[in-house]
Structure formats: structure tokens, C-alpha cells
């Protein structure tokens, strides 16, 4: 038996394990009310959680990755510049979607000296989400990529097919998390999840496509991996610190209201804690 038919029912397997990782954990911050009520303590710790495994995903996960995929091919430290791509890309994206997205009025009010919140409000919920989703998407095909193209080892591929069902259903729980904010229909919040959710397992088809002819070690492979791995942990850093961590960290009420502050720290630790024992593994 050829080394990619030894493996092929476990990758496809994978395939449908990791799609039911990402739904499991990520619908019901969608069916369930609560999750709309912004001030609600339950999806506020949830929100600090899943800041801590944005920030975790990208510092633990991928920005190694891409650090040591790319800087092995030039002396110049190529991968911190791929990182600060992504960075970038994400503010220039970010405040190009809200200048679009803002309510005309709302700009009106602005230039009249006026103060309105709730429309940028609204407008900063609707651009974390879709940079949030850019971020995940780019990370999770790659990933599946990874995993599609392995070949040789049975208990390899098990233990990579649970870590990841496991890592992107905290990923899904965390985009849930934000999508349900927003205003969004609710089919337009289910399409977000499910196209997210699908992307490991089309990176594990495009993988299981490429396996007879793919090379990890390329430098062709290497430097699309490394390039795309880079600028999608500077888009993941930037917003869990920005848009998740120091949006819920910076609320009036924190001054206020211990309790809260300290679940509120303690959801951010374990978030991270949970990407980092991931990492053991994926």
C-alpha cells in the first residue's frame, strides 16, 4: 500500500471531526440570547476567554511557525517582516472598513463637533468581525494544508486530528463570541461560522490533492507557508490586543466592579492556557 492511501481514511475523517469541533463549540454563542447582551457577564468573560486564545493562537501557534519558516531561507529576519505586514494590512483594512461602513449621519455628527457612540459602536462590531474572520480563515486553510499532505504516520495524524478539532473549536467559539454583537442577521452569523468552520477541512482536501507531488521542505512551500502563516498571526495579534482584549479591558464598569475585573483576568488566562497546552500537540 502507497504511504498516502496508509493515511487517506484518517485524513478524511479529519476532515468532518474538525467541522464538528468548530460547530460544537461555535453555534451556540449564536442561538443562544444571552450572547447578544453585550453588558452580560456570562459572554463577557467569554469575550476576555476568547482574548486570550486569539492572542495565544498567534504568539504560540503560528508567529513561530512563520518566524522559523521564512527566516531559514534569507539571513534578513524576513519573518518579523511578514508579521508587521500583517499588522498593518489589518489597520489600514480596519480603518478603511469603518470610514465605509459608517453611517453617513454619524460622520455628519462628526464634523458638527456632536458626540454619537452608538453607531461607531455598531460599526466597530461589524469590522471586527470580518477582520477577525479574514484572520481565522487564512490560519485555518494553511493548517488543514499541514495536516492534509502528512502521509506516513497513523498515530500522528489521530493525535493531530483531536488537538485540532479541539483548537479550531475554540477559535470558533471565540469569532462566535464576536459575531454575536453584532446586528448581522442571523443568517449572515450562521454563513460567517459555517464558511470559517469549512476551511480546515477544504485546506485538508487541497492537502490530500497535493500529497503525491508536495514537497514541506521546498522553498517554494516554505516561503507561501511562512509568508501566509506571518501575515495572518500579525492580523490575529492585532486583533486579539486591540479589538478583543483592550476593547472589554477598557469598559468604564471594570473600575468598579472587582468581581468582574478579576473573572475577567482569569477568563483571559485560561484562554491563553488552553492555546498553549494545545501546543504541545498542534
Given amino acids: 500500500m502507497e504511504a498516502a492511501e496508509y493515511t487517506l481514511d484518517l485524513r478524511i475523517a479529519a476532515c468532518f471531526v474538525i467541522l464538528a469541533g468548530a460547530l460544537l463549540l461555535g453555534l451556540p454563542t449564536l442561538l443562544l440570547k444571552q450572547f447578544q447582551d453585550p453588558d452580560a457577564t456570562v459572554p463577557r468573560l467569554l469575550r476576555g476567554f476568547a482574548g486570550g486564545v486569539i492572542v495565544a493562537l498567534a504568539l504560540v501557534h503560528i508567529i513561530p511557525s512563520a518566524v522559523g519558516e521564512l527566516n531559514s531561507l534569507l539571513t534578513f529576519p524576513v519573518g518579523g517582516c511578514a508579521i508587521l505586514f500583517g499588522i498593518i494590512a489589518l489597520v489600514?483594512?480596519?480603518?478603511?472598513?469603518?470610514?465605509?461602513?459608517?453611517?453617513?449621519?454619524?460622520?455628519?455628527?462628526?464634523?458638527?463637533g456632536l458626540?454619537?457612540?452608538?453607531?461607531?459602536?455598531?460599526?466597530?462590531?461589524?469590522?471586527?468581525?470580518?477582520?477577525?474572520?479574514?484572520?481565522?480563515?487564512?490560519?485555518?486553510?494553511i493548517i488543514g494544508v499541514g495536516l492534509g499532505v502528512l502521509t506516513e504516520s497513523r498515530s500522528l495524524i489521530v493525535t493531530l486530528m483531536v488537538a485540532l478539532a479541539v483548537h479550531q473549536g475554540l477559535e470558533a467559539l471565540a469569532l462566535g463570541?464576536?459575531?454575536?454583537?453584532?446586528?448581522?442577521?442571523?443568517?449572515?452569523?450562521?454563513?460567517?461560522?459555517?464558511?470559517?468552520?469549512?476551511?480546515?477541512?477544504?485546506?485538508?482536501?487541497?492537502?490530500?490533492?497535493?500529497?503525491?507531488?508536495?514537497?514541506?521542505?521546498?522553498?517554494?512551500?516554505r516561503a507561501v507557508q511562512g509568508t501566509l502563516n506571518g501575515v495572518s498571526g500579525g492580523m490575529l495579534l492585532y486583533i486579539g490586543m486591540f479589538q478583543l482584549i483592550a476593547e472589554e479591558f477598557s469598559r468604564e464598569d471594570m473600575l468598579v466592579r472587582p468581581r468582574l475585573r478579576l473573572g475577567m483576568y482569569v477568563a483571559l488566562c485560561l484562554g491563553a492556557a488552553s492555546m498553549c497546552i494545545l501546543g504541545i500537540w498542534a
Fill in 92 to 112: 489600514l483594512i480596519d480603518n478603511t472598513m469603518t470610514a465605509l461602513l459608517a453611517p453617513p449621519a454619524y460622520k455628519q455628527h462628526i464634523r458638527d
Fill in 115 to 141: 458626540e454619537s457612540s452608538k453607531p461607531a459602536s455598531n460599526v466597530r462590531q461589524y469590522v471586527t468581525a470580518y477582520s477577525m474572520e479574514l484572520g481565522c480563515i487564512f490560519h485555518s486553510v
Fill in 177 to 221: 463570541s464576536v459575531l454575536a454583537l453584532t446586528s448581522f442577521s442571523f443568517i449572515k452569523k450562521l454563513a460567517m461560522l459555517l464558511m470559517y468552520s469549512i476551511t480546515t477541512p477544504i485546506g485538508i482536501a487541497i492537502g490530500i490533492a497535493l500529497s503525491s507531488s508536495y514537497d514541506p521542505r521546498s522553498v517554494t512551500s
